[in-house]
């Protein structure tokens, strides 16, 4: 049989599910909230987390407490007060990070300042300005039932800031708009007349014959029959305890204690049972959990009595059933959300169990404690109710008016109103949205999502970090990294900012339609293609060269601010990447927001790490690298031995020119730039020897440096035409030598010959079987075709030792120009 049809639950779901904006949802006692948040944990792909401000609540919910969830302290949270930085782990961060629906049970009994405390921890990890980082809330309760707990000295220091302790009082969330659902249908009772009633304590405007026929349940004196199974609501604690103490100990029969086994993490204050269970037979008793079995023989709030207690059964017989329930322990788990390392799914991970039997003595409970639970009977002791909604919690737990008894009249004065919590009813009414604002919202949803993509400017804040990081500190730096970042600028100007920048020029004409987005099929056909062209770009332009560049650097913390900001820029370009990956075949908003977080999730720099025989470097500009890297080592030892940097030895620059210069006395030494007369005191004669030897073992003489070519020229040296050193590589392999003959020639490495090499196959000029076997440029091919793997190092990986980091760039290379790109 199909579940009846609920407007307002599906307009709820619906905003939940395809739309960002946040909810309140409310509604009467019975009327299903607690059924739809169980539904919406398995309907929805966004990422959520469940919170509540009880642990009783939260692990009802299935959730955590928003304490535990978010670190924060117990007392008043006073706006722009100085707090204690709490520590979360990076799994916590990243879940955070990528969090998009946060869902709040019982959101009635959560203070202003609280969810205010939510919106700075959302605010300060997920780096963004909008109120809670931007996550969508779920927010779920009844402001006629409990209030939140606020004592008259928290009070004192919140009220200054706060014109109510609830939580619409809250800065944040006045600062966002929401939509509220009232779910009217009510499930629990079918008496009409019963539901007018409880509907004139909820709403304070009880009739006076309204009230005449409530308290005609007052029944004095009454005594009711065992069989009958009333429990009796209490306002107060003690009072409950004292009446269920009292029955039990006049019970003849013996008295069994049941201890509950606690494994794991599960705080005290949210045992959902007794940890020591003390039972009799003919004790009347209440389940406190549902049934899972498929028989579903109990409920929570169901009533019965034992009949027997065996060595580990407990039987209970209710009063509308002729059969008994054996009784088992059961478990209730603890959760604590973690992200999943293999699918990054946000996991409710079970790190704590209680097991113990589902059951309390049930002749009293507090009205606090029967909230969400369902009687047939019950005797009322609410004449003495101190809280707001007190007394509506009470009644609304019976199924009929006939099942309740009142041990003392209902004033009208104990049916406690509030004016703040009319005024926000008021305005609850004026926030329901219509099926338009549901279309409207879930369009602009799209939209706001495809604006997001199209945006790079957080992308040009590290970037502009890196760069002026670069040029404040040349001297210390390859000189092919100050070239290559601004290059890597110039992309990211002319080919990124530029073209998004004219794409979201064209996105509004797209959004004026007013259609959207997923159902717009020309924007469709612009966002595949836009999808190929930025995949294409980001990776090959952008990804692949910032992995390429040379990184290393003297200064060492200039070097760690320098990788902070290129690996932030790197993650913007990979999460990017991804997300127009997923465009190409359609745009898809929850498809996307999946992408999103798994990019999120799932990156890793390879900033810094790829092999230099990868890297884009100056060696090619240097006369004698294996000389310059001698020199390197010098002079870190020499800086080890002194405990300071490399560069404050000798700087980068530096070392450059004295390769280029290659001095052979004091005099000349002293005359190379950043050198001076207190480098060259201090061990002017040690680096000429290093010097000098390398250059006997090498057969090198300072004629033969370029450098001193020039000088031996009138004019002011000029620079060499630029790829003249290629061209020399090229045309000695044209003549017949072979790469490691060439490298020995000149003095290079051989990676570098090999570097010289390569760009003569992307010109065509050379084929990739000039300089690779036939056989082996075959297989090398076959693999990146079926594999077509993202990385040099993810081919090397496939490929193993037999293949060069140079022989795969060269195939790359090959099959971009066959394929015209």
């Known amino acids: ?24 949802l409310t509604g009467k006692a019975g009327t299903g909230k607690t059924t739809f948040l169980h539904a919406i944990k398995t309907q929805t792909a966004k990422r959520l987390v469940v919170v509540a401000p009880t642990g009783v609540a939260a692990i009802n919910a299935g959730g955590v407490t928003i304490h ?122 079918s008496d009409n007349r019963f539901i007018e009633i409880l509907n004139g304590v909820r709403e304070k405007n009880i009739t006076a014959p309204q009230l005449e026929e409530l308290n005609r349940r007052h029944l004095p004196n009454f005594k009711p029959a065992e069989e009958d199974a009333y429990i009796t609501l209490s306002t107060h604690n003690a009072s409950a305890q004292q009446i269920n103490s009292r029955r039990l100990q006049e019970l003849a029969t013996p008295l069994v204690r049941f201890e509950a086994s606690i494994d794991g993490d599960f705080p005290a204050h949210a045992y959902p049972a007794d940890a020591e269970l003390e039972l009799k037979v003919g004790a009347q008793v209440m389940f406190i959990k549902n049934d899972m079995s498929r028989e579903k023989r109990f409920y929570n709030g169901k009533l019965g009595r034992i009949t027997e207690i065996a060595e580990d059964v407990i ?35 079970v790190v704590g169990t209680f097991r113990q039997y589902p059951l309390r003595l049930a002749w009293a409970i507090t009205i606090h404690k029967s909230q969400g639970l369902t009687f047939e009977r019950a005797i009322i002791d609410a004449g003495a109710a101190f809280a707001h909604g007190q007394v509506y919690v009470a009644l609304s737990r019976c199924k009929t008016l006939e099942g309740i008894v009142l041990t003392s009249p209902i004033p009208l004065n ?72 601004a290059r890597i600028g110039t992309v990211l100007r002319e080919k990124v900012l530029d073209v998004t920048g004219r794409f979201q020029n064209s996105l509004a004409q797209y959004f004026a339609a007013g259609i959207a987005p997923e159902e717009n099929a020309a924007l469709q056909e612009r966002l595949t293609k836009a999808g190929g062209y930025f995949k294409e770009l980001l990776w090959t332009d952008l990804l692949q060269s910032l992995h390429r560049l040379p990184t290393e650097c003297d200064n060492k913390q200039v070097r760690e601010a320098l990788l902070e900001s290129l690996r932030e820029l790197e993650k913007e370009l990979f999460v990017k990447l991804t997300c127009f990956e997923n465009c190409q075949d359609g745009f898809r908003a929850l498809a996307y927001l ?34 310059y890297k001698l020199i390197v080592k010098w002079r870190d030892a020499l800086a080890a031995e002194s405990d300071v940097s490399g560069y404050m030895v000798l700087p980068r620059k530096t070392m450059q020119e004295l390769v280029r210069q290659l001095p052979q006395t004091l005099e000349e030494l002293q005359a190379v730039k950043g050198f001076g007369k207190t480098k060259t005191r201090q061990f002017g004669d040690d680096l000429l020897q290093l010097i000098r030897d390398w250059c006997t073992a090498n057969g ?68 990739v079987y000039d300089l690779i076997p036939r056989q ?26 037999d293949v060069s980091f140079s022989e795969i760039r060269w195939m790359f290379d090959t099959l971009r120009l066959e394929e015209g790109t």
Not at 334 to 342: G, T, V
Not at 431 to 460: D, G, M, Y
Request: glycine fraction near 4%.
């Open 1 to 24: 049989m199909a579940a009846p049809v609920n407007p307002k639950l599906d307009l709820a779901r619906n905003f939940v599910l395809y739309t960002n904006r946040n909810i309140f």
């Open 68 to 189: 535990s969830f978010f670190q924060l302290p117990f007392g008043p949270l006073i706006p722009g007060a100085q707090r204690e930085a709490r520590k979360f782990g990076r799994d916590k961060i990243n879940l955070l990070r990528t969090l998009d629906l946060l869902v709040i049970d019982e959101v009635s009994m959560v203070r202003a300042d609280v969810l205010d405390g939510i919106d700075e921890v959302l605010r300060r990890f997920r780096h963004r300005p909008e109120p809670f980082g931007g996550v969508q809330l779920l927010m779920i309760g009844d402001m006629q039932q409990l209030p939140p707990v606020i004592r008259d000295e928290e009070w004192a220091l919140l009220s200054p800031h706060y014109s109510s302790g609830y939580f619409f009082g809250s800065k944040a969330l006045q600062n966002t708009p929401y939509v509220s659902i009232e779910l009217t249908h009510i499930y629990r009772q």
């Open 315 to 349: 039987f209970v017989k209710s009063a509308d059933s002729a059969d008994e329930i054996a009784v088992l322990p059961v478990d209730w788990s603890n959760h604590k959300y973690s992200l999943d390392p293999a699918t990054k799914e946000i996991n409710a991970e």
């Open 414 to 485: 104990s049916i406690k109103s509030e004016s703040v919590l009319d005024d926000f009813h008021q305005e609850v009414q004026t926030k329901t949205p219509s099926e338009q604002e549901l279309e409207n919202s879930r369009r602009l949803f799209q939209e706001n999502l495809l604006t997001e993509l199209f945006s790079f400017r957080p992308t040009s804040y590290p970037y502009q970090r890196a760069q002026k990081l670069v040029q404040e500190h040349t001297s210390s730096v390859d000189a092919q990294l100050v070239t290559e970042l």
């Open 594 to 627: 999946k992408a999103r977080n798994q990019a999120e999730l799932t990156f890793k720099s390879n900033i810094g790490k790829v092999p230099e025989a990868e890297q884009t470097s100056a060696s090619d500009e240097i006369a004698h690298p294996a000389l």
């Open 700 to 767: 090198v003489t300072k004629e033969e440096s370029p450098a001193s070519a020039k000088r031996q020229k009138a004019e002011k040296p000029e620079k060499p035409a630029k790829g003249s050193t290629f061209q020399v590589s090229f045309d000695a392999f044209k003549a017949g030598k072979s790469v490691a003959d060439i490298a020995a020639e000149r003095a290079l490495t051989v990676s570098t010959i090999e570097s010289h090499l390569g760009r003569y196959i992307k010109t065509g000029d050379l084929s």
């Open 776 to 801: 082996k440029a075959d297989h090398i091919r076959a693999y990146l075709d079926e594999h077509k793997p993202a990385s040099l190092s993810e081919a090397k990986s496939g490929l193993g030792e």
